[in-house]
């Protein structure tokens, strides 16, 4: 039997959830819904935003709605003109099935004559923000006098946002024989005076642990210097080639900062902070939702009930300064069963700041480094490959331009022709990222104290860490690795410290004595028709808001930043073009050793 039928859900209702993709109970669901069909009781049910709340009151309350009648019997008030309309779109897909339901959707900022319209035609279900409640209210345009249920959903949000006067009004044109049934993501002591104030005895049910987060997040914090946040917050993304971001900022300038920083430097952003117009928040929104935004820079009050699905990653640009903004931040992650990572970026100074919050959230954070150049490379390589693997081939359109194209391709053998068109992209990654600092804590650090000496401190004593443009995808192993510097330089086994073999480039440690013979042996080196690069680990360049844009059309704020990234503008062709003539250089195979 289907698990909600046996919870006391009827069949049409059931049908219309099936649909939905609704199989069994979410946790919340399978708890409240007993409780809450009945009918008798307050609630009090905390709950993080995903967790499927919107069927655990929603079910319920068609169970006990009489549809015969055309009074409004009962009150969903929520925080945002987002919620209003995602739960009463939810609540009218669960009746599908069902006949003489209405529900109105009453929120600011929309004209407010078809509310008034829909309220006098009759409604059973409302689903309101505060403030235009209130106002209909006022007006005397809706009775609530025989309203049973009222449901105050994110009330944590709401009491954030002001409402609470707006609330205490609202409820008192409510009679008091009403049950209510208060959902919270987090319990502050503010709740907790609503549910003393308004309810009797309310069954107390909690998903989760109180005022902990969403099992399914990964908390992680990255330690840097203030002045290269923005550099280290575009590796990261860089690093996550399939982000789908929200970015919290604390201040609306600091938003608006970013998202212009981040357009100018080829990536797909845009704002949403207090000042923007309701038609302008929902243009941004649908950008978004529709995923021709990949990273949203917002506010905490703008973010409020945002409920994208599928968010991977929340990146907290600066912390919040209360902690249970950083779970309503985190909230926007992981939603419906999910997982997704809440990442913060903070200095030697905020660290404590994480300390705090790991003791209220009761999660630990994990200290990640921040990617070096090489790791963003490779990542964006594979990120590439699978896109080709992925493509859907329009056989039709591109069946007349295959005769040229082979003609054309014909003296390329097939490793030629993979290793190229890999290239054509990927050029403009290894540009953008040759000489790219180490942007972690302690490598600036080491840096500043050893005088701009081109050593990296993460590596033994007496050794200089140095980088490799090969790897094991060049069909290295460690021991082979090692033969190969060690014939190339000329220098003994004995003097090579670690070696970290990766994917596309390996790290590895040299005597500090036979760098320079290292530097000198390994100039004008070919491997495989490649130029073999090595560098200090950890020297090289900043890499800060100046740096080179990777989009093709800066001005393309709408366009999608892989699509443009692929784009083939002049300067594009210029950076993929760089073939080299590899003559008069000494080349190596693998075969060679
Ligand atoms: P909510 O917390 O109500 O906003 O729900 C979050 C998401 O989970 C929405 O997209 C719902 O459609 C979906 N959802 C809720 N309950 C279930 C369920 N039992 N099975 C599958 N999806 C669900």
């Not at 068609?62 to 015969?68: A, G, K, R, Y």
């Not at 409820?171 to 005076?193: C, G, H, I, N, Y």
């Not at 670690?498 to 000198?520: Q, R, Y």
């Not at 366009?559 to 250089?585: A, I, P, V, Y």
Request: proline share 3%; aromatic share 8%; with cysteine.
């Amino acid at each position: 039997m289907n698990p909600f039928l046996e919870l006391g859900i009827r069949h049409e209702v059931v049908n219309a959830i099936t649909e939905m993709g609704f199989e069994t109970p979410s946790p919340i669901q399978e708890k409240a819904i007993p409780v809450l069909l009945t009918g008798n009781d307050d609630f009090v049910g905390l709950a993080q935003t995903g967790t499927g709340k919107t069927a655990a009151f929603g079910l319920p309350l068609l169970e006990l709605i009489d549809f015969t009648q055309k009074h409004p019997q009962a009150l969903i008030l929520c925080p945002t003109r987002e919620l209003c309309l995602q739960i009463s779109k939810d609540v009218e897909k669960f009746t599908k099935y069902l006949d003489n339901v209405n529900v109105v959707a009453v929120y600011g900022g929309a004209n407010i004559s078809d509310q008034l319209r829909q309220i006098r035609r009759g409604v059973q279900i409302v689903v309101a923000t505060p403030g235009r409640m209130l106002d209909i209210i006022n007006r005397k345009a809706i009775d609530f006098t025989k309203v049973q249920y009222v449901v105050l959903d994110e009330a944590d949000e709401m009491l954030n946002m002001g409402f609470q006067e707006d609330i205490n009004n609202i409820l008192s044109e409510t009679p008091d024989t009403k049950k209510t049934w208060l959902f919270s993501a987090t319990m502050p002591r503010e709740v907790r005076r609503i549910a003393q104030k308004y309810m009797t005895n309310p069954v107390e049910l909690t998903v989760g642990t109180k005022n902990a987060g969403n099992a399914n997040i990964e908390h992680q914090y990255y330690l840097i210097r203030a002045k290269d946040k923005y550099a280290a917050f575009k590796r990261i993304v860089d690093f996550y080639p399939e982000i789908f971001g929200i970015v919290f900022c604390r201040t609306k300038i600091e938003t608006q900062e970013i998202a212009e920083a981040l357009v100018k430097d080829g990536y797909n952003a845009d704002s949403l902070h207090g000042d923007l117009s309701q038609q302008q928040r929902d243009k941004v929104m649908k950008r978004y939702r529709e995923r021709n935004l990949q990273l949203l820079i917002a506010t905490d009050v703008a973010a409020r009930g945002i409920d994208v699905n599928d968010v991977t990653h929340v990146i907290n640009f600066s912390l919040p300064d209360e902690v249970e903004n950083y779970t309503h931040r985190s909230g926007r992650t992981a939603r419906a069963g999910k997982t997704g990572i809440s990442l913060s970026l903070v200095n030697v100074k905020e660290q404590s700041k994480i300390r705090h919050i790991e003791k209220i959230i009761g999660k630990s954070f994990e200290r990640k480094q921040v990617p070096q150049g090489p790791e963003v490379c490779e990542k964006q390589l594979l990120a590439m490959i699978d896109k080709v693997n992925k493509v859907e081939v329009n056989q039709e359109q591109i069946s007349p331009f295959l005769p040229a194209i082979m003609e054309n391709m014909e003296h390329l053998s097939k490793e030629e022709i993979i290793t190229r068109f890999a290239s054509l992209e990927f050029n403009r990654f290894l540009e953008y990222y040759r000489n790219a600092p180490d942007l972690n804590m302690e490598a600036r650090e080491g840096r500043n104290e050893e005088r701009g000496e081109r050593r990296d401190r993460s590596s033994s004593k007496g050794y200089t860490r140095l980088f490799m443009n090969l790897g094991s995808v060049d069909e290295f192993s460690r021991g082979e690795m090692l033969g190969f510097i060690c014939n190339t330089a000329k220098i003994s086994g004995k003097s090579i410290g670690k070696i970290d073999l990766k994917g596309v480039f390996t790290f590895f440690e040299v005597e500090d004595a036979e760098v320079e013979n290292i530097f000198n042996n390994f100039k004008d080196v070919d491997f495989n028709g490649r130029q073999v690069r090595i560098e200090v680990s950890g020297d090289g360049r900043s890499e800060g808001r100046g740096g080179r844009s990777r989009g093709g059309d800066r001005n393309n704020r709408g366009g999608d930043r892989r699509e443009r990234r692929s784009g083939s503008g002049s300067r594009d062709r210029k950076d993929s073009g760089g073939f080299r003539d590899f003559s008069g250089k000494r080349q190596y195979s693998k075969s060679r050793y």
